[in-house]
């Protein structure tokens, strides 16, 4: 079954096309962070105009890089949230209107379903059942997956998200958006042990995470800085990326440590877009090394957000018959 896979619920237009017999045919990927840089964030509308400008043109592009044409697609995967509630309308209506006018079946996914599940567009994917920890900018969880669709909840983030704690560690750093990629950039300079940070919620029993507390003793840190020195040096401030980012490490390995050994599961895969953080993954490798465990993730291009991991997902639930009825399904908060 030939399946076009469309991203759009951020600030990241993907398109990807998925063959459930010959896998991954092709892909393309469009960042609006430029378009976004000088607000210092996502601009909701702006982000909207621009996948509609951006989303059909695409599928087009990757239809041709495959040697395809729309005749040939088979079905349809469309992130139906959560996200922006106007960018999703954009991917939900191009699929409908697409598959409407292809009579073929249409299906919205769920976002965090893509993450969890891009590691398997890899060359080793992992066998079911794993522990996945998912970290994104909106969600920190930590979810033991037997099969498709078949998720348990072990933890999750009570507060701030791992990579928003990263965003706006980054923000008080002088660092512009998406922040986590240039606050890992600027730790390699840090010089270990000048600042120690708490590893939040790992001194009591469970799997849950909150990084507010985190981001407010980051805070402190600078003003302190601050006051000694003015204008902080760019070692200080390396130095504070280090602290931070190992800091959330830390945490992060602590808790994947613990879900291993509380489900018994040998193997663990992480997703979304701080799976994309070097540290992150030594630390986990190193752990898991220690519990002859594996680790599994995606390719960077495939951690942040893309159209190949919806597709992918997609394809599994089209395959097996899901479908939307002739409703455009978009759902801004959307538990998974
Ligand atoms: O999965 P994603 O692309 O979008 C969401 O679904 O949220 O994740 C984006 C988040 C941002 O917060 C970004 O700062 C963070 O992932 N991120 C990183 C790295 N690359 C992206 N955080 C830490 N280290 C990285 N290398
Ligand atoms: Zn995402």
């Known amino acids: 079954m030939l ?21 991954l045919l092709a892909h393309a990927l469009f960042s609006q962070i430029d378009m976004h840089a ?29 040697g395809r044409t729309r005749g040939d697609i088979e079905g349809i995967a469309y992130t139906a949230g959560p996200g922006l509630i106007g960018a999703l309308m954009v991917g939900g209506s191009v699929a409908h209107a697409l598959g409407f006018a292809l009579g073929i079946p249409v299906l919205g996914v769920h976002h965090m379903e893509g993450h969890l599940l891009a590691p398997m567009l890899e060359e080793n994917p992992p ?18 997956v037997d099969g498709i669709g078949a998720y348990e909840m072990l933890g999750e983030s009570v507060d701030d998200a791992a990579g928003e704690a990263f965003d706006k560690a980054a923000k008080m750093l002088g660092l512009d958006y998406p922040g986590g990629p240039r606050v890992a950039a600027l730790a390699e300079q840090g010089t270990p042990g000048r600042y120690k940070f708490p590893r939040p919620m790992t001194d009591r029993p469970g799997l849950d995470f909150s990084f507010s507390g985190l981001k407010t003793f980051t805070l402190n840190t600078v003003h302190a800085a601050q006051k000694e020195e003015g204008t902080l040096s760019d070692q200080t401030r390396a130095d504070i990326a280090l602290a931070f980012e190992s800091a959330v490490v830390d945490t992060l ?50 951690c942040t957000d893309n159209g190949a991991m919806i597709a992918y997902a997609g394809a599994q ?15 801004p908060r959307w538990p998974m």
Do not use: W
């Not at 066998?127 to 033991?144: I, K, N, Y």
């Not at 291993?260 to 898991?288: F, Y």
């Open 127 to 144: 066998a079911f059942p794993f522990v996945a920890l998912l970290v994104s900018g909106g969600h920190t969880q930590l979810v033991r």
């Open 317 to 331: 639930r089209l395959a097996a018959g899901q479908r939307d009825g002739e409703r455009i399904v978009a759902v």
């Open 253 to 302: 390995m602590i808790k994947c440590r613990r879900a291993l050994e509380q489900t018994g599961c040998d193997r663990l895969v992480i997703a979304g877009g701080v799976s994309a953080n070097r540290r992150l993954r030594a630390s986990l490798e190193k752990m898991a090394g220690k519990h002859d465990a594996h680790v599994f993730y995606a390719r960077p291009e495939f």
């Open 38 to 66: 000088d607000y210092g964030g996502v601009v909701p509308e702006l982000a909207s105009r621009d996948h509609v400008r951006k989303l059909l043109p695409m599928c087009d592009q990757v239809l041709e890089r495959a």
């Open 3 to 23: 399946i076009l896979g469309i991203e759009t619920s951020c600030d990241e237009t993907g398109v990807a096309l998925y063959d459930t017999e010959h896998g």
